[in-house]
T-cell receptor, first 113, second 112 residues
Framework: SAVISQKPSRDICQRGTSLTIQCQVD?????MFWYRQQPGQSLTLIAT?????????ESGFVIDKFPISRPNLTFSTLTVSNMSPEDSSIYLC??????????FGQGTRLTVV | DAKTTQPPSMDCAEGRAANLPCNHS???????VYWYRQIHSQGPQYIIH???NNETNEMASLIITEDRKSSTLILPHATLRDTAVYYC?????????????FGQGTTLQVKP
C-alpha cells in the first residue's frame, strides 16, 4: 500500500490569500486526485492531477481557483486561491495505481478567517 | 459509475457483528463494489472490494448478492475503534479515469 504525506496538516489563512498544499507519495502512482470535504459532509472530488499536463476538473471547480500541478509520478500540489471563509474545508490527496485500490492522505484542515 | 444507497446511520454493540448494507441496483457487469471508511479527522481507509464473489480479508467480509444489485459489509466483531463513516462505492476499477465518487455513507456507532 502507498503512503501519502500531505503538508501542511492544518493552516489558518487570511481571506484573499492563497495556500498551496503538497502531496507526496512514497511510490510512483498512475493517478492522483484532490478532494474537498466541507464540515459535516462527504468527500467531493475536485480534480484529477495529470502528470505532465493540465488537471481534469470536476463540475463546479475551475483551474483559476484551484490550480494543480503534478510534475512527476509521486508529487502533486493543490493551490486554493483568493480564499474566502467558504473555502474552509479539509482538502485530501488520493493516489491510485492502475486497477488497484486508492489511498488517501490525512488531509489538510484549512480555516479561512 | 453506478449510484449507491446506504442507510445514513447504524448502531452496533461492541463485540457483535456489524452488517452494513448497500444498494447498487444500476451496477453494470464490469463494475466493482468498494468499501472505504473514514474515522473522525482521518483520511478514508480502504477496507475491501469485490466484483461477483464474496470476499474476506483481515478487516471485513463483503457479501455480494447473486444479481449484484446489493451488498453487505460485515465487520465480524465490532470494536469501539470501528466507529466511523462507511462508504460503499461502485466504479470501474480498470477505468483510465479511476476516480472514486463518494456518497453520503453510513455512520456506524459502536456502543459499549
Amino acid at each position: 500500500s502507498a503512503v501519502i504525506s500531505q503538508k501542511p496538516s492544518r493552516d489558518i489563512c487570511q481571506r484573499g490569500t492563497s495556500l498551496t498544499i503538497q502531496c507526496q507519495v512514497d511510490s510512483q502512482v498512475t493517478m492522483m486526485f484532490w478532494y474537498r470535504q466541507q464540515p459535516g459532509q462527504s468527500l467531493t472530488l475536485i480534480a484529477t492531477a495529470n502528470q505532465g499536463s493540465e488537471a481534469t476538473y470536476e463540475s463546479g471547480f475551475v483551474i483559476d481557483k484551484f490550480p494543480i500541478s503534478r510534475p512527476n509520478l509521486t508529487f502533486s500540489t493543490l493551490t486554493v486561491s483568493n480564499m474566502s471563509p467558504e473555502d474552509s474545508s479539509i482538502y485530501l490527496c488520493s493516489a491510485r495505481q492502475f486497477t488497484e485500490e486508492a489511498f488517501f492522505g490525512q488531509g489538510t484542515r484549512l480555516t479561512v478567517v | 459509475d453506478a449510484k449507491t444507497t446506504q442507510p445514513p446511520s447504524m448502531d452496533c454493540a461492541e463485540g457483535r457483528a456489524a452488517n452494513l448494507p448497500c444498494n447498487h441496483s444500476t451496477i453494470s457487469g464490469n463494475e466493482y463494489v468498494y468499501w472505504y471508511r473514514q474515522i473522525h479527522s482521518q483520511g478514508p481507509q480502504y477496507i475491501i472490494h469485490g466484483l461477483k464473489n464474496n470476499e474476506t480479508n483481515e478487516m471485513a467480509s463483503l457479501i455480494i448478492t447473486e444479481d449484484r444489485k446489493s451488498s453487505t459489509l460485515i465487520l465480524p466483531h465490532a470494536t469501539l475503534r470501528d466507529t466511523a463513516v462507511y462508504y460503499c462505492i461502485v466504479f470501474l476499477g480498470s477505468s483510465n479515469t479511476g476516480k472514486l465518487i463518494f456518497g453520503q455513507g453510513t455512520t456506524l456507532q459502536v456502543k459499549p
